[in-house]
């Protein structure tokens, strides 16, 4: 009965591959967000998507692309890893966008070596 | 722009003290409030959150304002416990619609 699904949990890979973080979300939210935590706790949205339009992109390298293929999924694809990019990536979701509460997903750990 | 400021951590006490987390805010309008907590390895959860001036959000035992005079938001407990180990983070969704946190602060509960 999860809400809000990330896979995978842990991502290990080398600088320059490029890699894909899922995320689902069974709560019938129209809008879906991702977030990235650095080493230090510190949290800062990334992209929000309403009804699989974006609404929020934020200073993001063009590196990151993310893609809602419907309501229910926001997929976050990252090309040509960085050590930079190591965090923990958490997706979440809203009712609507605006002032509604947003559910978490349990984050993906990613290390880039 | 919108930001949201905490206290420092570690807060370290022990089990059945007092909690107090203090956390202002700044931000266009009238922002909606949160607490959100992350215990170890895992997503964030809403704690508790007030959308107007004066409310109280509580949860768990832990409570929180609106103080829209001092633009505040401090969480409050009066008994924690060991299991209450955890990052707390404050947070604002504001005229920009994005949901700011601010740097949290790690709570770690002794028994």
């Known amino acids: 009965d999860t809400a809000v699904s990330q896979t995978p949990k842990y991502l290990v890979t080398q600088m320059g591959n490029d890699k894909s973080i899922k995320c689902e979300q069974n709560l019938g939210h129209d809008t879906m967000y991702w977030y990235k935590q650095d080493s230090k706790k510190f949290l800062k949205i990334m992209f929000s998507?309403?009804?699989?339009?974006?609404?929020i992109n934020e200073t993001v390298p063009n590196r990151f692309s993310p893609k809602s293929p419907d309501k229910a999924h926001l997929n976050l694809h990252i090309n040509s890893l960085e050590l930079g990019d190591s965090a923990v990536y958490f997706c979440a979701s809203s009712q609507k966008a605006g002032t509604e509460t947003q559910y978490f997903g349990p984050g993906t750990r990613l290390l880039v070596l | 722009g919108d930001s949201v400021t905490q206290m420092e951590g570690p807060v370290t006490l022990s089990e059945e003290a007092f909690l107090t987390i203090n956390c202002t805010y700044t931000?266009?309008?009238?922002?909606?409030l949160f607490w959100y907590v992350q215990y170890p390895g895992e997503g964030l959860q809403l704690l508790l959150k007030a959308t107007k001036a004066d409310d109280k959000g509580s949860n768990k035992g832990f409570e929180a304002t609106y103080r829209k005079e001092t633009t505040s938001f401090h969480l409050e407990k009066g008994s924690v416990q060991v299991s209450d180990s955890a990052v707390y983070f404050c947070?604002?969704?504001?005229?920009?619609?994005?949901?700011?946190f601010g740097t949290g602060t790690r709570l770690l509960v002794s028994p």
């Open positions: 947070a604002l969704i504001g005229g920009f619609q994005k949901l700011v």
């Open positions: 931000a266009t309008g009238y922002p909606s």
């Open positions: 998507y309403n009804n699989k339009e974006l609404i």
